[in-house]
């Protein structure tokens, strides 16, 4: 995909819960998709780098099961992300995280619940061809959404999921991966 192409699906992803809002007639979308209380900066930090680190824990598992059965095919998104030009890698660390947990923690999880949310999240990726990133994808949206059941806390969410695709992409840029 192409930079316009995913500047397209991004500002999507994002305008999509701010108009879903509009059409149920509910005004007060910082309340609805869970902005509205004064944040906590400090709380936020530590409860996203918990986070961070269940979903670090949770890729490690899926790793050794996919290995396991012989599915382990996350070469597919190390060439992607070698391939990716600056410009895109910073999409992905920067509005694709809000735009996602938006959508899917703030908007949708609560009007379907945390395991459809994963579904859905997880089958969004089958586009990279991997089956390891649709696993991998369906392992950190439950991590996502169970903190954000726990926490009501979609800016830990979003920072937690910039800090994972920055550490992927670090990872794989540096050779390590």
Same mark, same amino acid.
């Given at each position: 995909?192409g930079l316009e192409?995913? =500047? /397209?699906?991004?500002?999507?992803?994002?305008? +999509?819960?701010? !108009? $879903?809002? &509009?059409?149920?007639?509910?005004?007060?979308?910082?309340?609805?998709?869970?902005?509205?209380?004064?944040?906590?900066?400090?709380?936020?930090?530590?409860?996203?780098?918990k986070l961070l680190?269940?979903?670090?824990?949770?890729?490690?598992?899926?790793?050794?099961?996919?290995?396991?059965?012989?599915?382990?095919?996350?070469?597919?998104?190390?060439?992607?992300?070698?391939?990716?030009?600056?410009?895109?890698? =910073? /999409?992905?660390?920067?509005?694709?995280?809000? +735009?996602?947990? !938006? $959508?899917? &923690?703030?908007?949708?999880?609560?009007?379907?619940?945390?395991?459809?949310?994963?579904?859905?999240?997880?089958?969004?990726?089958?586009?990279?061809?991997?089956?390891?990133?649709?696993?991998?994808?369906?392992?950190?949206?439950?991590?996502?959404?169970?903190?954000?059941?726990?926490?009501?806390?979609?800016?830990?969410?979003?920072?937690?999921?910039?800090?994972?695709?920055?550490?992927?992409?670090?990872?794989?840029?540096?050779?390590?991966?």
């Amino acid at each position: 995909m192409g930079l316009e192409s995913a =500047l /397209l699906v991004v500002s999507a992803t994002l305008a +999509a819960p701010f !108009l $879903l809002l &509009r059409f149920e007639g509910k005004r007060n979308w910082r309340k609805e998709l869970f902005l509205d209380k004064k944040t906590d900066w400090v709380l936020t930090g530590l409860r996203a780098l918990k986070l961070l680190g269940a979903i670090f824990l949770g890729m490690l598992l899926v790793g050794y099961c996919l290995e396991a059965l012989g599915f382990l095919d996350t070469h597919k998104i190390a060439d992607i992300i070698r391939g990716s030009g600056l410009p895109m890698l =910073l /999409l992905t660390i920067t509005l694709v995280p809000i +735009a996602e947990e !938006l $959508l899917f &923690r703030a908007y949708l999880q609560p009007r379907v619940g945390v395991l459809f949310t994963s579904l859905l999240f997880a089958g969004l990726h089958y586009g990279y061809g991997s089956v390891a990133e649709i696993v991998a994808a369906f392992t950190a949206s439950i991590l996502l959404g169970l903190e954000m059941r726990k926490n009501k806390d979609v800016r830990a969410c979003i920072l937690a999921h910039a800090m994972y695709n920055l550490s992927s992409i670090i990872l794989v840029t540096s050779g390590l991966a």
